[in-house]
Antibody, heavy 120, light 108 residues
């Protein structure tokens, strides 16, 4: 079955850290860039970061630059999002999403999302 | 950063009728505009990209139009399963790609 499955979300205090995982199955994982997109309660989607198909390139939204790191392990068909210095405004459902085509930044496959709550 | 504005915020339409959703970009995105459907509790699903190209498996009653800064998603012959929030996304000017705030479509 072609799918992405996120995990690792939870409740964390402000200033804390969390690592999210995204596992891809049913397709050739190494052919696709993988993005993270988040959705805060009652709001639309916000693009967060992307890692290229070989992991060499990463790009970040200004709102997370310097705090989040995206990486991938193609031997495990997994992308990670390491989040540090978390703030209440990072509270959201975090989705990983696959690019429709190389480097076109639109998304034809999404995971179900993993919720992150930053609260004291 | 390009700001995407969708209208209306909520739309209520009867089954079998047509729904028209609008999306405006703060500057031209050429034809690099996509639409997603998000049903409650589900992940977004790609419906339309490159303004009018339907994604795999999307029925023909979903259609897109527009260019530059003004875009429209039209859903004809509405069915109950079309009840969802619809988002537009520009991918012309990035990073970042940006999304509209969504239109909630209710089927009466």
């Amino acid at each position: 079955q072609v799918q992405l499955v996120e995990s690792g979300g939870g409740v964390v205090q402000p200033g804390g850290s969390l690592r999210l995982s995204c596992v891809g199955t049913g397709f050739s994982f190494t052919r696709f860039g993988i993005h993270w997109v988040r959705q805060a309660p009652g709001r639309g989607q916000e693009w967060v970061a992307v890692v290229g198909d070989d992991g060499a390139a990463q790009v970040y939204a200004d709102s997370v630059k310097g705090r989040f790191i995206v990486s991938r392990d193609n031997s495990r068909d997994t992308v990670y999002l390491h989040m540090a210095s978390l703030a209440t405004e990072d509270t959201a459902i975090y989705y990983c999403a696959r690019e429709l085509r190389h480097d076109n930044w639109l998304f034809d496959l999404w995971g179900q999302g993993t919720p992150v709550t930053v609260s004291s | 950063e390009i700001v995407m504005t969708q209208s209306p915020v909520t739309l209520s339409v009867s089954p079998g009728e047509r729904a028209t959703l609008s999306c405006r970009a703060s500057q031209s995105v050429s034809s690099d505009l996509a639409w997603y459907q998000q049903r409650p509790g589900q992940a977004p699903r790609l419906l339309i990209y490159a303004t009018y190209t339907r994604a795999s498996g999307i029925p023909a009653r979903f259609s897109g139009s527009g260019s530059g800064t003004e875009f429209t998603l039209t859903i004809s012959s509405l069915q109950s399963e079309d009840s969802a929030i619809y988002y537009c996304q520009q991918y012309n000017n990035r990073p970042p790609v940006t999304f509209g705030q969504g239109t909630r479509l209710e089927i009466k």
